[in-house]
Each structure stands twice: as structure tokens, then as C-alpha cells.
């Protein structure tokens, strides 16, 4: 059974840096994509990130682009999400999923897309 688990969330100001990781665990783990996704309250989950697990290719949300950088470490079966420049609408729940099968999207966004998801974090950022 494969297991993705997220830390590193917490609560920070305005402008501040958080870095979050996603473990993952599992002797059948593999994975084509590696996503973090976010839900703010009341409010439907969004795509954040998503990188290549074979390569380095990366693709973010406009909302997050220049602020935000998705990094793994295939070793260590661990991928990372470094929040800089935090803004309060980036409060929400962290998720980070697993894209299992190839092919579809080359950088999927969807939700539907992935198949492994983890527990979450919560990333409150205040003004």
C-alpha cells in the first residue's frame, strides 16, 4: 500500500517562507507525476504544482508561479513545495497527490487526474 504524508506546515506572516514535504512510502511505489494541491475554507480544492517524478519538468498556478518551487528527491521518495513571499490567501490546506499511470496531461492540474493523495497540512499565513 503506498502512503504519501505531509509536514512542514504551521503558521506564518505575511511575506514569510514555509517548506512542505510529502513522503512517500511503500514497497510498489512509483509515480509518473507528483502534485500539491490546496483547499481553503469553503472553497474548492486548486491545483498548485506538479513536477515529473522521471525528470525535472515543473508547471504551477498562475497564483503561485514566481513564489512558489516543487523539488523531489527521488532517493528519499520525498517531494518538496518551498512557499516564499506568502500571501494571507495562501491559507488553505496543502495536499500533496500521486499520478501513478502514464500518460493523459503532461502536467495534470485536475484533481480526477491523480490517485494517491495524502492526509494534508494546514499553511495558515497571517496579514
Known amino acids: 500500500q503506498v502512503l504519501l504524508v505531509e509536514s512542514g506546515g504551521g503558521l506564518v506572516q505575511a511575506g514569510g517562507s514555509l517548506r512542505l514535504s510529502c513522503a512517500a512510502s511503500?514497497?510498489?511505489?512509483?509515480?509518473?507525476?507528483m502534485g500539491w494541491f490546496r483547499q481553503a475554507p469553503g472553497k474548492e480544492r486548486e491545483f498548485v504544482a506538479v513536477?515529473?517524478?522521471?525528470?525535472?519538468?515543473?508547471a504551477y498556478a498562475d497564483s503561485v508561479k514566481g513564489r512558489f518551487i516543487i523539488s523531489k528527491d527521488n532517493a528519499k521518495m520525498t517531494v518538496f513545495l518551498q512557499m516564499n513571499s506568502l500571501k494571507p490567501e495562501d491559507t488553505a490546506v496543502y495536499y500533496c497527490?500521486?499520478?501513478?499511470?502514464?500518460?493523459?496531461?503532461?502536467?495534470?492540474?485536475?484533481?480526477?487526474?491523480?490517485?494517491?493523495w495524502g492526509q494534508g497540512t494546514q499553511v495558515t499565513v497571517s496579514s
Open positions: 511503500g514497497r510498489t511505489f512509483s509515480s509518473y507525476r
Open positions: 497527490a500521486s499520478r501513478s499511470r502514464a500518460g493523459g496531461s503532461l502536467y495534470p492540474r485536475g484533481d480526477y487526474e491523480y490517485d494517491v
Open positions: 513536477i515529473r517524478w522521471n525528470g525535472a519538468g515543473t
